[in-house]
């Protein structure tokens, strides 16, 4: 068991990924929308059961589609650059504005289309239509295209019925907040 | 069924479990008892405010030591992330974050820099399940994603005793488990108003994880720093405003929440199956399995 886990572990760090066995809890995965879904499925049922560290589950044949996962990060980033000088340069009108993004995925060419209206400046709203030809580079962008939204608004906690809980970041503990107070 | 809720502090938070059960009552306490055993000694070896805990200690020792296996599991999921995230993700950040103010005494006082965050894979060799190498004078940092491995223990402590289904609360972070397949109706926090919520999402068998900066901010000399810091800057990461994550593992939420002020979500893709949110300038973004309802404008 140990000897295994240093080789497998060096093996990983080489590869740029590693596998855990699990994460202690006895649960199922929902909708998976990346290409890694399947390593974390098989993964799974090898939980923790105790504090034993188990060998990371053979995950290596699964590093092409990582790192393709990996590569298509170019989209997101692209369109950005894209955005941010739309908005400079239409200033003083509503605008509208399609454009289609090239990009190089792993997987050769792909384009994304993305329409944006633009009121004083700023994005007012915004859409992307996927037209990837590849399957992988289609989730990936199918993905950020249901991302896109429109501006948050709070409701109050009371207003909301039947809530189990409140998931937000983590609650400020006595000893920080006194700490901040005084300073 | 029975319905138990037992609250404790650890990790910096409030820890609430609620507990649907047939069992006895004393083997319901009974592992509640190993729930507090588990968190009260992970908070006296992995606080990195506690001088002398385990992973403060680890300052002064180099070469081969012998660590409990959760350490080694933990690093091997820093390892992960920290591939993922082009080395941003890093649990050699506990030098940086008490620079920038965010120290053993709360002094968030910004300080000199004391250098450049050691590489992780150079400094930390993992040597088997209980045995790590590393060089002198390393500050480590477990905050982001330490405390969702505690929970997915805790969690595993129900799972594997008598529960019927537990609503796990640490500050925020959430697990619910179900065995028949009951959801769990849970507000996601505005972090500018923690009284609001920008909207609701029904949860499984699965964990949610936030971050924000929001909370855990301090001012020193006219800049606002915040918990999260970034090795390649040498500030606080200012990218979005807060995150929610769902993964099977709390621990994989915990450690991406935080990520996705560091890393793009396809970037993260690397590490696991998850699904986000992210708000970033009031707008929500979203991957399509993140099946929760915004109210907007």
Same mark, same amino acid.
């Given at each position: 068991?140990?000897?295994?886990?240093?080789?497998?572990?060096?093996?990983?760090?080489?590869?740029?990924?590693?596998?855990?066995?699990?994460?202690?809890?006895?649960?199922? @995965?929902?909708?998976?929308?990346?290409?890694? &879904?399947?390593?974390?499925?098989?993964?799974?049922?090898?939980?923790?059961?105790?504090?034993? @560290?188990?060998?990371?589950?053979?995950? @290596?044949?699964?590093?092409?589609?990582?790192?393709?996962?990996?590569?298509?990060?170019?989209?997101?980033? %692209?369109?950005?650059?894209?955005?941010? &000088?739309? %908005?400079?340069?239409? %200033?003083?009108?509503?605008?509208?504005?399609?454009?289609?993004?090239?990009?190089?995925?792993?997987?050769?060419?792909?384009?994304?289309?993305?329409?944006?209206?633009? @009121?004083?400046?700023?994005?007012?709203?915004?859409?992307?239509?996927?037209?990837?030809?590849?399957?992988?580079?289609?989730?990936?962008?199918?993905?950020?295209?249901?991302?896109?939204?429109?501006?948050?608004?709070?409701?109050?906690?009371?207003?909301?019925?039947?809530?189990?809980?409140?998931?937000?970041?983590?609650?400020?503990?006595?000893?920080?907040?006194?700490?901040?107070?005084?300073? | 069924?029975?319905?138990?809720?037992?609250?404790?502090?650890?990790?910096?938070?409030?820890?609430?479990?609620?507990?649907?059960?047939?069992?006895?009552?004393?083997?319901?306490?009974?592992?509640?008892? +190993?729930? =507090?055993?588990?968190?009260?000694?992970?908070?006296?070896?992995?606080? !990195?405010? !506690? #001088?002398?805990?385990?992973?403060?200690?680890?300052?002064?020792?180099?070469?081969?030591?012998?660590?409990?296996?959760?350490?080694?599991?933990?690093?091997?999921?820093?390892?992960?992330?920290?591939?993922?995230?082009?080395?941003?993700?890093?649990?050699?950040?506990?030098?940086? #974050?008490?620079? #920038?103010?965010?120290?053993?005494?709360? +002094?968030?006082?910004? /300080?000199?820099?004391?250098?450049?965050?050691?590489?992780?894979?150079?400094?930390?060799?993992?040597?088997?399940?209980?045995?790590?190498?590393?060089?002198?004078?390393?500050?480590?940092? #477990?905050?982001?994603?330490?405390?969702?491995?505690?929970?997915?223990?805790?969690?595993?402590?129900?799972?594997?005793?008598?529960?019927?289904?537990?609503?796990?609360?640490?500050?925020?972070?959430?697990?619910?488990?179900? !065995? +028949?397949?009951? /959801?769990?109706?849970?507000? =996601?926090?505005?972090?500018?108003?923690?009284?609001?919520?920008?909207?609701?999402?029904?949860?499984?068998?699965?964990?949610?994880?936030?971050?924000?900066?929001?909370?855990?901010?301090? !001012?020193?000399?006219?800049?606002?720093?915040?918990?999260?810091?970034?090795?390649?800057?040498?500030?606080?990461?200012?990218?979005?405003?807060?995150?929610?994550? =769902?993964?099977?593992?709390?621990?994989?939420?915990?450690?991406?929440?935080?990520?996705?002020?560091?890393?793009?979500?396809?970037?993260?893709?690397?590490?696991?199956?998850?699904?986000?949110?992210? =708000?970033?300038?009031?707008?929500?973004?979203?991957?399509?399995?993140?099946?929760?309802?915004?109210?907007?404008?």
């Amino acid at each position: 068991m140990k000897k295994s886990l240093k080789t497998s572990v060096q093996i990983f760090g080489a590869a740029g990924l590693v596998l855990l066995a699990g994460c202690g809890a006895d649960t199922t @995965v929902t909708e998976p929308i990346i290409d890694s &879904a399947e390593v974390m499925e098989e993964g799974s049922q090898k939980m923790m059961e105790d504090s034993a @560290v188990k060998e990371p589950v053979d995950g @290596v044949q699964e590093d092409a589609a990582a790192d393709a996962a990996m590569d298509d990060t170019v989209i997101k980033d %692209e369109k950005v650059e894209e955005v941010e &000088a739309m %908005e400079g340069a239409v %200033e003083d009108a509503a605008a509208s504005q399609d454009i289609t993004v090239s990009y190089t995925s792993p997987a050769g060419a792909e384009t994304i289309a993305v329409s944006m209206v633009i @009121v004083e400046g700023a994005v007012a709203s915004i859409s992307a239509v996927p037209s990837a030809k590849h399957d992988v580079s289609k989730k990936w962008q199918t993905a950020f295209a249901g991302g896109l939204s429109a501006a948050a608004v709070g409701k109050s906690l009371s207003e909301i019925a039947g809530l189990d809980a409140v998931g937000g970041a983590s609650l400020t503990t006595g000893g920080f907040k006194e700490a901040v107070a005084s300073l | 069924m029975t319905q138990y809720t037992f609250s404790t502090e650890a990790t910096g938070t409030v820890w609430n479990v609620t507990v649907w059960t047939d069992c006895e009552e004393q083997d319901v306490h009974d592992v509640w008892a +190993s729930c =507090l055993l588990f968190l009260q000694t992970f908070e006296s070896r992995y606080s !990195r405010f !506690r #001088l002398d805990s385990f992973l403060s200690q680890l300052s002064h020792r180099e070469g081969e030591i012998t660590v409990p296996d959760e350490f080694v599991e933990m690093l091997l999921y820093y390892q992960q992330i920290y591939h993922a995230t082009d080395g941003l993700f890093t649990p050699l950040v506990g030098a940086l #974050l008490s620079d #920038l103010g965010y120290d053993d005494t709360y +002094s968030f006082l910004h /300080k000199a820099i004391r250098g450049v965050v050691p590489n992780f894979l150079e400094n930390v060799e993992i040597v088997d399940a209980d045995r790590i190498e590393i060089t002198k004078g390393l500050h480590f940092d #477990l905050g982001a994603l330490g405390k969702g491995y505690a929970m997915d223990r805790v969690s595993s402590l129900w799972q594997g005793g008598c529960a019927h289904r537990i609503l796990l609360n640490a500050g925020g972070d959430i697990i619910h488990w179900s !065995r +028949s397949q009951e /959801k769990a109706r849970v507000g =996601l926090e505005n972090p500018e108003d923690p009284s609001q919520a920008l909207g609701v999402i029904e949860i499984g068998n699965v964990a949610l994880a936030s971050s924000a900066t929001g909370k855990r901010r301090w !001012r020193s000399d006219d800049v606002t720093y915040h918990h999260i810091a970034d090795p390649s800057t040498y500030e606080s990461a200012r990218s979005i405003d807060a995150s929610w994550v =769902l993964s099977e593992c709390a621990v994989i939420a915990d450690g991406l929440a935080t990520s996705l002020f560091l890393a793009s979500p396809e970037a993260l893709g690397a590490v696991g199956v998850f699904d986000y949110a992210v =708000l970033s300038d009031s707008r929500i973004a979203h991957s399509q399995g993140f099946d929760g309802a915004f109210f907007t404008t």
